[in-house]
C-alpha cells in the first residue's frame, strides 16, 4: 500500500529549489527511499514550493525527510522554513 504525501515549504527562490530538487544525487536518494515526487511552484505565492508524492509508509517517509543528507539537500535548495507535511490514503 501506498499513501499520498504533499509537502508545503518556503523558499528562497523556486528555481534554485527546482535545480536543486531535480539533481540526480536528489533523485537518487528518492528512489532509495521509495519516494515518487513532484516539486510545484504556488501561484499564488512564488517562494512557496509544494511537492506532491507518494511513499510506501509515513514512517518511511519520515525517516527519509530527517536524514542528515536531506537537511543539507533542503538547506543547498534555499529551503527557510519548516516543512508542512500532509499524509492522505484512499
Not at 518511511?60 to 507535511?85: C, H, N, W, Y
Amino acid at each position: 500500500m501506498s499513501i499520498k504525501v504533499i509537502v508545503s515549504l518556503n523558499v528562497k527562490d523556486f528555481e534554485s529549489f527546482g535545480n536543486v530538487f531535480n539533481s540526480e544525487g536528489a533523485k537518487n536518494a528518492r528512489k532509495k527511499a521509495g519516494l515518487i515526487a513532484e516539486a510545484h511552484k504556488n501561484l499564488d505565492n512564488p517562494t512557496n514550493a509544494v511537492v506532491l508524492g507518494t511513499v510506501t509508509s509515513k514512517e518511511d517517509f519520515l525517516s527519509f525527510i530527517s536524514t542528515p543528507e536531506q537537511g543539507e539537500r533542503m538547506k543547498s535548495a534555499g529551503v527557510i522554513s519548516e516543512p508542512t507535511v500532509t499524509f492522505l490514503e484512499n
